[in-house]
């Protein structure tokens, strides 16, 4: 994105670091020292430039539905504010709050402001040097917390329903931080990410080998080798060479010879076994021609009743149809029915146009509301 001539005048040599959309030709620029909101030509203002200083010693914000507001508080100076889309809030929040910080000295001039989070009160920047920590209302002030990952030791979570807690230990204390769980994996990716990049490893595996304390592993290593030792003389009592009982026996018949393995997994009967058969049920035997009679006999008198049944429905139709019905002088009753439901259909249908009329009339007052809204954002 091209920076517009009007905003190059105001850069006094400075580099721009971050530039964020805000709708249209609107764009939020910031440089090291300063955030510069940029206001293209419209219906409601001509172009022009905001101009807001880092130099502050803390941020608000206020979010409403349509348009937020960040507020930059100078201490005896006053404050200054500037709006930007809901939408875009936390977008343009973060190069600015990135700047504050770099501007009161809480990070350095070659770190890097990776990721911001606020949850509630709770505001949370990743850095390629560090993790910050801030409970209040505001943003940022100078009642902060820091953890440098050149003393951070073990990275870890303990899940919860609602909310969970990312736990960094550092210079051999745990600190917790409290984030809702829905978004606590991400943000623990953030930090493992940040912090594997500033030891220069690939996985937490290999940091963690890399702060591990060496004489602690190398006890570690010592008590696993005795381990090991005593686990193989315990695995193998019978060292002396004697070869272990075999744990599938041979089958001995009644004489004591060994009955050959084919035998064992034939399914046929053995030489001199007595056949076995079922024994026959108790009671008379069944007839298959008796239970065949039967059944002929019962179908047969099912489809003589059926076809009874047919022909007097075909007689009664008949004589409706001759009764002379249709020459009787009344109306159908399916004639009633369909015109019960045109009358539904078109109250349906009125109702649902009146609905559309409501819905017309507010969707102009929102667009009346919005350019009342624009012109004062502006």
Same mark, same amino acid.
């Given at each position: ?47 022009? !430039? @905001? #101009? ?6 803390? $941020?608000?914000? *206020?979010? +409403? =539905? ?90 870890? !979570? @303990? #899940? ?6 990312? $736990?960094?230990? *550092?210079? +051999? =204390? ?90 064992? !997994? ?113």
């Amino acid at each position: 994105m091209s920076v517009p001539g009007i905003v190059q005048s105001r850069l006094d040599g400075e580099q721009v670091a971050a530039q964020v959309p805000l709708g249209g030709e609107d764009v939020l620029f910031v440089t090291p020292s300063r955030t510069l909101i940029y206001r293209a030509d419209g219906l409601l203002s001509d172009e022009s !430039v @905001e #101009e807001y200083s880092h130099d502050a010693e803390r $941020i608000e914000i *206020s979010d +409403g =539905r349509r348009k937020a507001a960040v507020q930059l508080d100078f201490g005896i100076d006053g404050t200054e504010k500037f709006k930007v889309p809901s939408s875009r809030l936390y977008e343009a929040l973060h190069p600015v709050l990135a700047g504050v910080l770099n501007a009161a000295g809480v990070t350095g001039p070659d770190e890097t402001v990776t990721q911001t989070y606020q949850f509630s009160e709770l505001t949370l920047v990743i850095t390629s040097d560090r993790v910050v920590k801030h409970v209040g209302a505001a943003v940022w002030d100078e009642d902060y917390e820091e953890f440098r990952f050149e003393d951070v030791t073990r990275l870890d !979570v @303990e #899940e919860g329903n609602v909310s969970s807690q990312i $736990i960094i230990e *550092s210079a +051999g =204390r745990p600190q917790r931080i409290k984030t809702p769980s829905d978004q606590t994996r991400e943000v623990r990716e953030r930090i493992e990410r940040a912090l594997l990049d500033y030891h220069g490893v690939s996985s937490y595996e290999e940091f963690a080998r890399e702060v591990r304390d060496p004489e602690t592993e190398s006890d570690a290593e010592t008590e696993g080798e005795v381990e090991s030792a005593s686990g193989d003389d315990r695995a193998d009592p019978l060292a002396g060479g004697v070869d272990p009982i075999e744990a599938n026996p041979p089958e001995l018949d009644d004489d004591g010879a060994i009955i050959d393995d084919d035998a064992g !997994v034939t399914t046929g009967e053995r030489p001199g076994d007595e056949p076995t058969t079922d024994p026959t049920p108790s009671g008379e035997p069944v007839s298959a021609e008796a239970d065949s009679d039967d059944a002929v006999a019962h179908a047969n008198e099912t489809e003589s009743a059926t076809a009874d049944a047919s022909v007097d429905t075909d007689g009664w139709s008949e004589e409706t149809t001759a009764s002379g019905f249709a020459d009787s002088g009344f109306e159908p009753a399916s004639s009633e029915l369909e015109a019960d439901d045109t009358d539904v259909r078109l109250e349906a249908l009125t109702e649902a146009v009146e609905r559309q009329n409501e819905l017309l009339a507010a969707q102009q007052r929102t667009l009346e509301q919005l350019v009342e809204e624009l012109s004062r954002g502006r």
